[in-house]
């Protein structure tokens, strides 16, 4: 899709006016090609706990293709395991409001399943070659006219955002940034991010002068929230922060609407968490269809609420949970709505599982803390401080092994939460050989998967 070209029309007035006044070509400015929109949607999750990231994708898409944006300069990644999922009441489709319309439809699956990695993630951004063997091959073929459109649903943890069964670290992305404008592969770049700590992604890392900028859930030392808890489903359908933005656009003439003015809007409803913004600031005063699309406003039906949903499921965030929680009051919502007592008694068994295995994780991590500083009272603060990240190096060697050898923190979304833990030390200047080893000495337990 072209982008207009202010460089066409002057060289069109200097052409005709040349006619009276002898201008040669080399008078003319350069004249650029128009450039192109390109959008990359990622929901980096799996499994019905996490039903809001997959949906809130999918409603993205919808806004883009409504605005305009061929499905070859769309690329989705999304494990594509929520539509036909034995749990699903509606068979092939997917809803991201109560009662609310189907946004599965028409999504392209160009990366699904195990596909949805981090490397292939950065491969896609950068515009490299995929192997076919992947998904469906297409990467950002973006060039330096082109403005590029990326948003990311998924857990988070500071310094980094959950990638399938790995996780996409924050200096890897800004590397990659720095890489795609060096090598001129985009005008300019636009992020939404949806994730606990997700301004941690960002801060102090994203230059200001790289022609990009980022909006993010939250700030970098606290929780997204999830919203909009639906009984049929036993799921919540979104995210406060990115249900804001997406039915801000949904509504919106964005082709008049600022990027600044819909982030000031999101900032202001989303009263859930610090909604941040980064990077360069001119971009946000740019119209938010550069990004998610030139033409004008179509607009996607608006649900309707029949009596038996409470005035509150209209507004997100009346319901709102810190993202980390979502589990637990999903298995606490199921109990309290069990149409019989062999459905309560099965959501009372799961929620006891599910705290036992909590406390199980909290029981190891607590361990290692213990054998790192030999101090009750020193673990007890590792535990509890909530301080942002600064010692980047030391952070990733601890996690890398943590995920290795103790909770695959894509594979127990709960080990997210553990990983503040790793902040604490290092900011404190522990050794990282002293992390290391003690988490080899104590994660001694077998393989675990799904402590959410």
Same mark, same amino acid.
């Given at each position: ?67 305009? =944006?061929?499905?070859?300069?769309? +690329?989705?990644? !999304? %494990?594509?395991?929520?539509? *036909? #999922? ?84 924050? =200096?890897?992305?800004?590397?990659? +940034?720095?890489? !795609? %404008?060096?090598?001129?592969? *985009? #005008? ?265």
């Amino acid at each position: 899709m072209k982008l207009y070209s202010s460089y066409t029309a002057l060289g069109l007035f200097l052409v005709a006016l040349g006619c009276a006044q002898a201008f040669t070509v080399e008078d003319l400015p350069e004249t650029p090609e128009d450039g192109e929109l390109w959008v990359l949607l990622v929901a980096g999750s799996n499994g019905w706990f996490n039903y809001r990231h997959q949906a809130d994708v999918c409603h993205a898409y919808q806004i883009v293709a409504a605005h305009g =944006v061929p499905d070859d300069h769309i +690329i989705v990644m !999304m %494990y594509d395991d929520i539509a *036909y #999922n034995i749990e699903n009441p509606t068979p092939g489709k997917i809803i991201n409001h109560p009662n609310g319309t189907d946004v599965y439809h028409g999504v392209p699956k160009d990366y699904v399943c195990g596909s949805v990695r981090p490397d292939i993630f950065l491969q896609v951004l950068k515009g490299e070659k995929v192997d076919g063997a992947f998904g469906s091959g297409k990467t950002l073929n973006s060039g330096a006219n082109d403005n590029i459109f990326v948003y990311f649903a998924d857990h988070g943890a500071k310094g980094l955002v959950a990638f399938g069964e790995n996780t996409l670290k924050a =200096v890897e992305l800004n590397k990659a +940034i720095k890489e !795609m %404008y060096a090598a001129k592969k *985009y #005008n300019k770049m636009v992020f939404y991010v949806e994730a606990c700590e997700s301004g941690s992604m960002f801060k102090g890392l994203l230059p200001a002068d790289v022609n990009v900028f980022a909006t993010t859930a939250s700030n970098a030392t606290t929780s997204s929230y999830a919203c909009y808890f639906d009984k049929a489903r036993k799921t919540f359908l979104g995210d406060v922060y990115s249900i804001k933005w997406l039915e801000d656009s949904d509504k919106e003439n964005i082709e008049k609407e600022t990027l600044e003015q819909q982030y000031t809007v999101v900032k202001k409803e989303t009263n859930t968490s610090m909604v941040c913004q980064f990077g360069d600031m001119d971009i946000s005063k740019m119209p938010v269809g550069t990004f998610q699309g030139p033409k004008p406003t179509i607009g996607l039906p608006r649900p309707t609420h029949p009596p038996h949903y409470p005035p509150s499921w209209l507004s997100c965030g009346a319901d709102a949970v810190p993202g980390p929680e979502v589990p637990v009051k999903i298995l606490q919502n199921n109990i309290v709505n069990a149409a019989n007592a062999e459905d309560a008694k099965d959501a009372r068994e799961k929620y006891a599982e599910l705290m036992k295995n909590r406390k199980f994780m909290e029981g190891v991590v607590h361990d290692l803390i213990d054998v790192i500083t030999n101090d009750v009272g020193l673990t007890n603060t590792i535990f509890t401080d909530n301080v942002e990240l600064t010692q980047f190096d030391c952070y990733y060697a601890a996690v890398d092994k943590f995920h290795d050898k103790c909770f695959n923190v894509g594979k127990n979304d709960y080990g997210l939460r553990m990983l503040n833990t790793f902040v604490n030390l290092c900011e404190r200047n522990f050794d990282i050989n002293t992390i290391t080893d003690a988490i080899q000495a104590v994660c001694t337990h077998p393989h675990m998967y799904g402590i959410h």
